[in-house]
């Protein structure tokens, strides 16, 4: 783990979020607020086959949040509802418990594993990863 949570990575992640901007007609959508700092998640999906199809997100958040957003965004075209449930809980396990940062798809969620000791950044790292799992379950929900 790095003592400095604003690494050159996560910065390079912060810097460049994809899919950024809404989408017309989502399946579903999901808008979360960190309750200790402030920062804003929007977030459209589509779904096909019980996977993300299309996104889209606006985001509102310290760099922590940004590059955690930039790391959904970049990996959640082609992921499963379980995927993502599974990256949020690692993150949640790895930034509260010490627990190894998730692997896999979202495994450049290691980036942001210097914020364990900034846990009023938590709920900003954790948005687009709640997001995420809310909005699955929404559309899975509508699509059935």
């Not at 958040?61 to 990256?87: E, H, W, Y």
């Not at 979202?106 to 997001?131: K, N, T």
Request: hydrophobic fraction near 45%; include cysteine.
């Amino acid at each position: 783990m790095t003592s400095d949570p604003y690494s050159p990575d996560l910065i390079a992640l912060a810097a460049d979020i994809p899919h950024i901007g809404r989408l017309t007609a989502p399946h579903a959508s999901v808008r979360k607020v960190s309750r200790i700092c402030g920062s804003e998640l929007d977030l459209d999906i589509c779904l096909e086959n019980g996977a993300i199809s299309a996104l889209g997100l606006e985001v509102r958040a310290c760099a922590l949040g940004q590059a955690s957003a930039s790391v959904f965004a970049r990996n959640a075209i082609g992921a499963t509802l379980d995927d993502v449930r599974a990256a949020r809980d690692g993150l949640k396990a790895m930034l509260q418990e010490g627990a190894n940062p998730p692997q896999g798809r979202f495994a450049a969620l290691s980036a942001v594993e210097g914020a364990r000791a900034y846990r009023q950044r938590h709920g900003s790292i954790l948005l687009a990863f709640d997001a995420g799992v809310d909005a699955m379950e929404a559309g899975c929900v509508r699509a059935s």
